[in-house]
């Protein structure tokens, strides 16, 4: 892993000016420079913001590339507001969708968008500073409101909210999430006292509520974020609930695919990654270690050291569509960590589609 130091004090302080200012903007792009840099958006061709949010990869990228055209995708009904605005200051330019990666392949096909017709496609992965810090929407461990953590709000009548799965969910499956998505070690403990807790509580529908009976269980140990910060103990809890509602890992895994699909050969995919379960899938598909195309399994037949395959095997398995260009991935500079620290846990993958 590297450190970026490229020099990019033209477009740095153009960016700067934009959009490193918490005034203009809510949620401040993270790697915004790096992006530009790998991507290098040319006018006139066409990419796909991925994960729009307030949009400030999307005005990195006008910022150079004034004639370029974005899709700009999220299934957050705020971003795609906010995306509806840009779409207003750029007409001709922008086109907002609301929708999911797994919703993409129909919105793009009324566009008459095809396969290999993209240029390139950016991914800024997780959950934006808008949906942090409203505390109606759920995510906040700070702020109280109700247990919600939907990405996508009503929009998918079927889909739960943290709460209602609280309010149901086994014991074991509970402690599993919290392990796998949360990488939480005291899973068994916080499922346990939350399945308990339906007895006095009833059903936990607030933030606080959660907070509260995480901290009351397993609050003793202080933690530490990335920073050397005291981490709230609910943290984690937090973490795996939403990626469990917004079926996140499944989502990036999907959208991987759909970058091979859509990009042409010699598009960039830019990926901006949080924790190690995002960028584990990503790097899976960017190393060609993906089998049947479900990056979810883990290859262990090919992993362990007992069997030896031969070369027409391995070299089948690890076929890769990508090339690297981040070898193997960019990380924050301190700067933008101290003005940003927000970004400390970033992880910025970037390939070009060659096969
Ligand atoms: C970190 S924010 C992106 C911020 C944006 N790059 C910016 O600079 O303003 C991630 C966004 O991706 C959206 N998102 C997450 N998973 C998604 C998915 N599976 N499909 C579509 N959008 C998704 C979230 O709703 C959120 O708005």
């Not at 990056?295 to 095997?313: D, M």
Request: hydrophobic fraction near 40%.
């Amino acid at each position: 892993m590297f450190r970026c130091r490229f020099n990019f004090s033209l477009l740095g302080n153009r960016l700067r000016g934009r959009f490193y200012c918490a005034q203009t903007a809510r949620h401040v792009p993270v790697m915004a420079r790096e992006t530009i840099q790998f991507l290098k958006p040319q006018d006139g061709e066409l990419y796909i913001d991925m994960t729009f949010g307030a949009g400030g990869h999307t005005r990195a990228i006008l910022e150079v590339a004034p004639g370029a055209k974005i899709v700009a995708l999220d299934r957050d009904p705020v971003a795609y507001e906010m995306a509806q605005n840009l779409a207003v200051e750029y007409p001709g330019q922008i086109f907002p969708l609301l929708g999911k990666f797994s919703e993409l392949p129909e919105k793009l096909k009324e566009m008459d968008i095809e396969q290999r017709g993209v240029d390139g496609m950016v991914f800024d992965f997780g959950a934006s500073s808008m949906q942090f810090d409203e505390g109606s929407r759920g995510f906040s461990i700070s702020k109280n409101g109700p247990l919600d953590m939907r990405m996508d709000r009503d929009r998918c009548l079927d889909e739960p909210s943290a709460a209602d799965v609280l309010s149901v969910i086994d014991q074991q499956d509970l402690a599993r999430i919290l392990k796998v998505y949360g990488e939480e070690k005291h899973a068994k403990t916080i499922a346990r006292a939350i399945v308990e807790a339906r007895h006095t509580l009833k059903r936990i529908v607030t933030t606080k509520e959660l907070a509260d009976l995480v901290q009351s269980c397993c609050g003793v140990e202080k933690r530490l974020d990335k920073l050397q910060r005291v981490s709230h103990p609910a943290t984690k809890t937090f973490q795996a609930l939403r990626i469990f509602v917004n079926n996140e890992l499944n989502e990036i895994n999907y959208a991987m695919l759909l970058a091979k699909h859509y990009l042409k050969i010699g598009g960039k995919m830019i990926t901006i990654t949080f924790h190690s379960l995002e960028d584990t899938i990503v790097k899976r598909h960017v190393m060609g270690n993906v089998l049947d195309d479900m990056a979810n399994k883990l290859p262990l037949r090919y992993n362990s050291h007992t069997i030896c395959h031969g070369q027409e095997v391995m070299e089948a398995v690890m076929r890769s569509p990508w090339h690297q260009l981040t070898k193997p991935v960019a990380v924050p500079s301190y700067e933008e960590v101290e003005e940003n620290p927000r970004s400390r846990s970033a992880k910025l993958r970037a390939v070009v589609r060659v096969s």
